[in-house]
C-alpha cells in the first residue's frame, strides 16, 4: 500500500488540487448556494409536469403537456434507468455540488490525457487548467448548458482511451473508449459530439496515412477494429437515448418540412439563416488572445460607471436625465452597448489564455509530431465553419451536404473543439522542448519568434487599437440616425454618445491588450529560464501552470463569479404565481391549456409551463407540424379556430399601463375531445393548413386524403348525439368514456405524434389518425365504450433493453480489460 502512494502520490496531489481550486472559484456553493443558471430555470419550468408525475408515482412520464400542447419527454427529463452510464452522470452532478463536479470533470479528463500522452504530470496539471478554464467551458456553465459542458468534458478523456488502443493496448484501450464514448452520448449533447467526430475524423485520415507509408496497416487496421467495436458498444448502452433521439428528431423542426407553399422554409433541416444566427465573427477570432476586444459580452457595465466616457457624454447632452436609464435604453431600443461584433448577443468571448496562445505558436515551429498538422488543419477548418454567414463559401458546403451538420444551430459553438485542440499543442510544444530533441539556440530562436507575433499584435492594439479594428456596429450608420430620432434630431447628442461608446469599447481592448502583454512577458520568462536551464524544470511547470490559472481564472471571474449564485430556496421559489395563476388553476379540467401573451413572444419563454400547460413555451427541439401551426396561424394574427381546437381555455396579457395581468376566459375552447359532424379531406399539407385558417373545428374535422382508408363515411351519424369525456389523466395515458347512438368522428385535443402514441378502445388496438393538422382523431364504433391513449414507444422500450445488455457487456469488458492490462504488466515484472 505505501508503495501504491509512493508511486501515485504526486497525482494524488494534483487532483487534490483541482478540488482545492475549483472549490475556491465557487466557494458560494460551501455557503449553501447554486448558480442561478437562465436555461436550468427554463427547464424547471418544462420539466414541471414530468417532475411532479415522478414525485407522486416514481416515474417519469416520457410525454409532458406542459408545452406546444404536447411533445416527448425525451429532450427535456426522461430516466433511463437500464443505462449504465445514467448512473455515472448522476455521479459527477451528484457526488460534488453544481458546478463544481463539471469543472471537476473538464479538469481529471484533460489531466488523464496528458498524462496518457506521458507529459510530466505538473506540466500536464497546467494543460489540464488551461483546457478546464477556456471561457467557454465556464461561460456555459453560467448560461446553464448543462449537458454540453458535460459533453465537453468528456473530449479529452475519449481522445486519451483512442490513444491507449492505438498504441496497441487494444483490450483495455477500448473498453475505455467504450466507457467515455457511452457517458459522452449520455451526456445528450449530440451537437457538440458531432463536431468532435468531425476532429475524430480527420486524425483517423491522417493516422491511416501514416500507417500507409510506414508499411503498419495490419496493426493500424487491428487498433481501429478495436475502437470501432468499443463506439458501437457505446451506441448500444444509449440505444434507448440514441433510438428515440433519431426517431422523434425526423419529427422536428430540424426535420422535413410538411408545406411546399412557404418557398423560405427549409425541405430538411434547420433554417440556415436560424442555424447561423451565431456565427463567429472573423475579427472576434482574436479574442482568443485579448478577451475584451469586441467588448467582451453583451453589457452596460462599464458604460455605466461615471468615469465612462458614454457616461460623460449623455451627462453632458442629457440634463436632468439619469445615464444609467439612458445608456440601458439606448442598449435595449438600439441594441447598442459593449460588443460590438455581429451576433446577435453574447455572453463572452472565446478566450484561450494568452500564455496558451504564446506556447501554440512556439509548437508550431518546434512540434515535429505528425499531430501538429492534425491540431492545426483541424483547428483551422473548425475556425472557418464558426464563421457560418461570414465566410458562407465554405460553412455552405458542409451544411448543404454534410450529414446531419443541417440539424444544429449557433455554429459559433464548435470553437469548443479548437478550446480543447489549442492547449493541447501547447503542452505539446513544451513537452518536446523538454525532451531535448532541439538546442538551446533554437528554441529560444522559436520561442522568440512566437512571443513576437502574439506580443507585436497585443502592441498594436495596446497602442493603434483603430489600426485594425473599427469599434462600430455594421450598422453604426442606421443607430445613429435611430439615436438622432430619440433625441428630437439632436445629431450632435447622438454623434458625441456613440462617440463615447466607442471610446469605451477602445478602452477595453487597450486594457486587455495590456493585460496580455503582461502574461505573454511571464509565460516567455518562464519557458525562457526553463529552455536555457535558469530554472528547475518542475519548478517552472509548476509556475507556469499557477500562471494561466491566474489568466484564465480573471477572465472567468467576468462571466461566472459569486453573484452568479443564490441561495437553494431562491432558486426553489423562483417561480412565483400571480394573482391570475391560482384562478386559472382551480380549473378542474386536467388538460385544459393557456395562451399566455403577456411574455411578449409566447414561445421564446417556458415560465408559464410551470404553472399550467402551454400553447407556448420554449424548445429548441419542439415538434415541426406544430411550429408550421406557430408561424402560419399565431404569429402574425392569432387565428381563435386554431387557439380552440387546442382546447385554450384562458388568455393571459398584461396591462402595459400598470403592469397588472388579465385572463381572458375563452368561452369557446372545444374541449379534450368532441364528435365533429363532417370531415373534410385535403390533398396535402398545404391544404389542410389553409383550411384551418377558417373552420369550425366543433363541427368539422381537416383531413389528409392519406387517412380515406381509415374512415367509412357511409357508416358516420351527426355527431351531434352522444357524448365523450375524458375521465382519468397522465401526460402518457388518457382515458375516455363516449356513448354514441351510430359510428362517429371524435377529434381529440392532443398533438399527433404516431411513434408511440397507441388507442385502445375497450382493451382492443384500433387505429386513429391525424386531423386539424396537428391533433389525434379517430372514427368510433357506436355504442357505450371506454378509450385510451396511451404512450408506450418501441424505441424507448426496446432500446432500454438493448442498454441493459450492453450495459452489462460494457463491465465485463473493463473488467476484462484491467484484469489483462494487470496481467500483462506482472509478468513484465518477473521478466
Not at 496539471?125 to 446553464?144: H, K, P, V
Not at 481501429?224 to 428528431?249: C, D, P, R
Not at 447561423?276 to 459580452?297: D, K, M
Not at 487599437?465 to 455594421?474: D, E, G, L, M, N
Request: aromatic letters at 14%; glycine letters at 8%; one cysteine or more.
Amino acid at each position: 500500500m505505501n508503495n501504491w502512494f509512493n508511486k501515485n502520490g504526486i497525482h494524488l496531489a494534483i487532483i487534490a488540487f483541482f478540488v482545492v481550486i475549483t472549490f475556491a472559484y465557487f466557494s458560494p456553493v460551501l455557503q449553501g448556494k447554486a448558480p442561478q443558471q437562465g436555461d436550468v430555470l427554463q427547464a424547471k419550468a418544462m420539466q414541471k409536469e414530468i417532475m411532479d408525475v415522478k414525485a407522486a408515482t416514481g416515474k417519469g412520464p416520457l410525454w409532458t403537456n406542459q408545452m406546444f400542447g404536447g411533445m416527448p419527454a425525451y429532450q427535456i427529463w426522461v430516466q433511463y434507468p437500464l443505462n449504465i452510464t445514467t448512473y455515472g452522470i448522476d455521479v459527477i452532478k451528484g457526488v460534488f455540488p453544481d458546478p463544481v463536479g463539471t469543472v471537476l470533470l473538464y479538469l481529471l479528463g484533460a489531466y488523464l490525457l496528458f498524462c496518457v500522452l506521458k507529459i510530466n504530470p505538473w506540466l500536464a496539471a497546467a494543460g489540464a487548467i488551461a483546457f478546464a478554464f477556456t471561457s467557454y467551458n465556464f461561460i456555459i456553465i453560467a448560461a446553464g448548458h448543462s449537458n454540453k459542458a458535460l459533453a465537453i468534458g468528456f473530449f479529452a478523456p475519449l481522445l486519451a482511451a483512442i490513444i491507449l488502443t492505438l498504441r496497441g493496448r487494444y483490450l483495455v484501450g477500448a473498453s475505455l473508449v467504450a466507457l467515455f464514448m457511452a457517458l459522452e452520448i449520455r451526456s445528450n449533447h449530440i451537437q457538440m459530439t458531432y463536431y468532435l467526430f468531425i476532429a475524430l475524423f480527420i486524425l483517423a485520415s491522417i493516422e491511416l496515412y501514416h500507417a500507409f507509408k510506414a508499411k503498419q496497416l495490419a496493426s493500424f487496421g487491428k487498433s481501429i477494429a478495436y475502437i470501432v467495436a468499443g463506439l458501437f458498444l457505446a451506441v448500444l448502452v444509449n440505444a434507448g437515448t440514441l433510438w428515440t433521439t433519431y426517431e422523434y428528431g425526423k419529427e422536428t423542426i430540424r426535420g422535413k418540412s410538411n408545406l411546399t407553399t412557404d418557398k423560405a422554409e427549409p425541405a430538411n433541416g434547420l433554417d440556415k439563416e436560424y442555424a447561423y444566427q451565431w456565427s463567429q465573427g472573423v475579427g472576434e477570432s482574436f479574442t482568443f488572445l485579448i478577451p475584451n476586444l469586441y467588448g467582451g459580452a453583451s453589457s452596460i457595465d462599464e458604460m455605466i460607471k461615471p468615469e465612462s466616457n458614454t457616461y460623460k457624454a449623455v451627462e453632458k447632452n442629457l440634463q436632468g436625465v439619469d445615464p444609467r436609464q439612458a445608456i440601458g435604453y439606448v442598449a435595449q431600443n438600439l441594441g447598442t452597448n459593449q460588443y460590438w461584433g455581429n451576433k446577435p448577443g453574447t455572453s463572452g468571448p472565446y478566450y484561450f489564455g494568452a500564455i496558451i496562445c504564446l506556447l501554440f505558436v512556439f509548437g508550431l515551429f518546434i512540434v515535429k509530431h505528425r499531430w501538429k498538422w492534425w491540431i492545426l488543419g483541424t483547428s483551422i477548418l473548425l475556425l472557418f465553419l464558426s464563421f457560418g454567414q461570414n465566410l458562407p463559401f465554405i460553412s455552405d458546403i458542409f451544411f448543404d451536404y454534410l450529414p446531419m451538420y443541417n440539424k444544429f444551430r449557433a455554429v459559433e459553438s464548435i470553437l469548443a473543439v479548437v478550446g480543447f485542440l489549442v492547449p493541447l499543442l501547447a503542452m505539446l510544444a513544451i513537452k518536446e522542448a523538454q525532451e531535448g530533441k532541439h538546442d538551446q539556440k533554437y528554441l529560444v530562436q522559436r520561442l522568440t519568434w512566437s512571443a513576437g507575433i502574439t506580443g507585436g499584435l497585443a502592441l498594436i492594439i495596446a497602442v493603434m487599437p483603430t489600426v485594425f479594428f473599427s469599434f462600430t456596429q455594421a450598422n453604426q450608420a442606421q443607430v445613429l440616425d435611430a439615436l438622432t430620432q430619440t433625441l428630437q434630431n439632436n445629431r450632435g447628442a447622438a454623434i458625441e454618445i456613440l462617440n463615447g461608446i466607442v471610446a469605451d469599447r477602445v478602452a477595453l481592448a487597450r486594457a486587455d491588450a495590456l493585460r496580455t502583454l503582461l502574461f505573454l512577458a511571464l509565460g516567455f520568462g518562464l519557458t525562457w529560464a526553463f529552455i536555457t536551464k535558469k530554472m528547475n524544470m518542475q519548478l517552472a511547470f509548476g509556475l507556469l501552470g499557477l500562471f494561466i490559472l491566474i489568466d484564465l481564472w480573471q477572465v472567468d471571474r467576468r462571466y461566472l463569479n459569486n453573484d452568479n449564485f443564490v441561495s437553494k430556496s431562491d432558486l426553489a421559489n423562483h417561480y412565483k404565481e400571480r394573482d391570475i395563476d391560482p384562478l386559472i388553476s382551480a380549473d378542474k379540467d386536467p388538460n385544459y391549456r393557456v395562451f399566455d401573451l403577456s411574455l411578449g413572444d409566447p414561445f421564446k419563454s417556458a415560465e408559464t409551463s410551470y404553472f399550467h400547460k402551454t400553447v407556448g413555451g420554449f424548445h429548441s427541439a419542439r415538434l415541426k407540424r406544430f411550429q408550421e401551426l406557430v408561424d402560419n396561424q399565431l404569429t402574425k394574427s392569432i387565428n381563435q379556430d386554431v387557439l380552440d381546437m387546442l382546447n385554450t381555455k384562458y388568455i393571459i396579457t398584461q396591462d402595459p399601463q400598470n403592469g397588472s395581468y388579465k385572463m381572458q376566459r375563452n368561452s369557446t375552447a372545444a374541449g379534450n375531445a368532441w364528435f365533429v359532424q363532417s370531415v373534410q379531406f385535403a390533398k396535402n399539407a398545404d391544404e389542410e393548413m389553409k383550411a384551418i385558417s377558417s373552420f369550425d373545428a366543433k363541427k368539422e374535422a381537416i383531413v389528409d386524403e392519406s387517412y380515406k382508408s381509415l374512415i367509412d363515411t357511409k357508416r358516420l351519424g351527426t355527431g351531434t348525439e352522444g357524448f365523450i369525456k375524458l375521465t382519468t389523466y397522465t401526460p402518457d395515458h388518457l382515458t375516455y368514456e363516449y356513448s354514441s347512438a351510430k359510428d362517429v368522428i371524435a377529434v381529440f385535443s392532443e398533438i399527433y405524434y404516431n411513434k408511440g402514441w397507441k388507442m385502445y378502445v375497450d382493451g382492443v388496438e384500433k387505429p386513429y389518425f391525424r386531423a386539424d393538422y396537428v391533433l389525434r382523431a379517430a372514427q368510433l364504433e357506436g355504442g357505450n365504450h371506454k378509450l385510451e391513449f396511451i404512450f408506450h414507444p418501441t424505441s424507448y422500450y426496446t432500446g432500454e433493453k438493448i442498454s441493459l445488455g450492453a450495459s452489462i457487456l460494457l463491465v465485463v469488458g473493463l473488467g476484462f480489460g484491467f484484469y489483462s492490462e494487470n496481467k500483462k504488466k506482472k509478468k513484465a515484472v518477473k521478466a
